[in-house]
């Protein structure tokens, strides 16, 4: 399979589980031409009104990873026009388990690219508690502030 | 143009005009399997947590459109998950204009499947009448009553 393949793959998983937990879920087309893709996130979930807009990401090893400046803006400007959160979902390759990362907590490179540390991976939220989150009236930032 | 390439141009053709007016809209990915595709409406679009759930037509000649019943289904329970309201979107060949009809004005054939009536799409919200209802505080329907 080639990478794009594989990445179709990882996020056809996070739409199903979170289709299976209530959400109406969208991926976004996968249109030849980047100049269009890059106006949609991966994923957006919706939940009663309330919307979360995902850029899905697969971590092999304990490295941190790099987004690029552009795919988080385009995330932050789909976020802010459907009042959603931005999250990075990042699925560890080996156990299967999906972190959500809010893009508050990327850091800026000198580059204007953006770099997700291993601890923000690990201290992301889980699927599970995301999902309960959205169906309760908090904020998802409340809820990691509480438990960090 | 095949008719499905030409069925994409016009979804492209709304989601344009969505995002001009600064919503954040998604197509839906073109699925190789059918049974994927359903899940998804052919077009989400969303303003500050006000989702609208679209299935695209288009019309040529002022005769009725039919919809299969498992399309409407997919439409509604995306709608239901969502917290949003599900539009049958239709464009006039011609004159180029989108009339938005509520999925409540289809009528059920005994196949179990549904048809718009010409009136129902003449009936039908206009693009701009649907995104200034949206950004205020009122509900399509309410604003449908009182037009006609």
Redesign the interface.
């Given at each position: 399979m080639s990478k794009r393949v594989k990445g179709f793959s990882h996020e056809r998983d996070l739409v199903r589980r979170l289709?299976e937990y209530?959400?109406?879920v969208?991926?976004?087309?996968?249109s030849g031409s980047k100049a269009k893709r890059v106006?949609?996130p991966d994923i957006?979930a919706?939940?009663?009104?309330?919307?979360i807009?995902i850029e899905a990401k697969t971590m092999k090893e304990d490295r941190p990873l790099y987004i690029s400046g552009e795919q988080v803006d385009k995330l932050l400007e789909?976020?802010n026009?459907?009042?959603?959160e931005a999250y990075i979902a990042v699925k560890k390759i080996g156990t299967g388990e999906w972190f959500f990362i809010p893009v508050e907590k990327l850091e800026k490179t000198q580059q204007g690219n953006y770099k997700l540390s291993v601890d923000h991976v690990h201290e992301g939220i889980r699927l599970e508690a995301l999902i309960s989150v959205v169906k309760s009236a908090r904020k998802l930032t409340d809820y990691m502030q509480r438990e960090h």
């Open positions: 289709w209530g959400f109406a969208m991926r976004a087309p996968a106006r949609y957006v919706i939940y009663r009104g309330k919307v807009v789909f976020a026009r459907s009042g959603g």
